[in-house]
Nanobody
Framework: QVQLVESGGGLVHAGGSLRLSCAASGRTFSNYPMGWFRQSPGKERESVAAISWGGSRTYYADSVKGRFTISRDNAKNTVYLRMNSLKPEDTAVYYC?????????????WGQGTQATVSS
C-alpha cells in the first residue's frame, strides 16, 4: 500500500501561481514515476504532468506546457507541481498519483485531492 497526501491548493486570481505538494509513504517512492491529474465538475480526470522515478524525464499536457513544472525530491518522498500563469480553466481538484510507468494513463494509487480555484 501507499499513502499520498496533497497540499497547497487554494484560491488565486488569474495570472497567479500555486505550488502543490504530494507527500508519499508506504512504498519505495523513488522507484516509481509520479503524476499529477486534475478533474473539473462534469469532466473526466485528466493527466496534467508526470515525472520519471529519477526526475530526468517529464511529460506535460499541451494545455499546461510552459506554465506548469513538475519536480520531485526523493529524499523527502515528495512530488511538486508548480503552476504559473493560472487561468480560470485550470480550476479543478488536483490529484497526485503513483504510476506503474511514465506513459500510463492512470495511476495505481491516488491521493485525496486538493482544490485549486482560479478566479477571473
Amino acid at each position: 500500500q501507499v499513502q499520498l497526501v496533497e497540499s497547497g491548493g487554494g484560491l488565486v486570481h488569474a495570472g497567479g501561481s500555486l505550488r502543490l505538494s504530494c507527500a508519499a509513504s508506504g512504498r519505495t517512492f523513488s522507484n516509481y514515476p509520479m503524476g499529477w491529474f486534475r478533474q473539473s465538475p462534469g469532466k473526466e480526470r485528466e493527466s496534467v504532468a508526470a515525472i520519471s522515478w529519477g526526475g530526468s524525464r517529464t511529460y506535460y499536457a499541451d494545455s499546461v506546457k510552459g506554465r506548469f513544472t513538475i519536480s520531485r525530491d526523493n529524499a523527502k518522498n515528495t512530488v511538486y507541481l508548480r503552476m504559473n500563469s493560472l487561468k480560470p480553466e485550470d480550476t479543478a481538484v488536483y490529484y497526485c498519483g503513483l504510476k506503474g510507468s511514465l506513459s500510463a494513463p492512470r495511476a495505481r494509487y491516488w491521493g485525496q485531492g486538493t482544490q485549486a480555484t482560479v478566479s477571473s
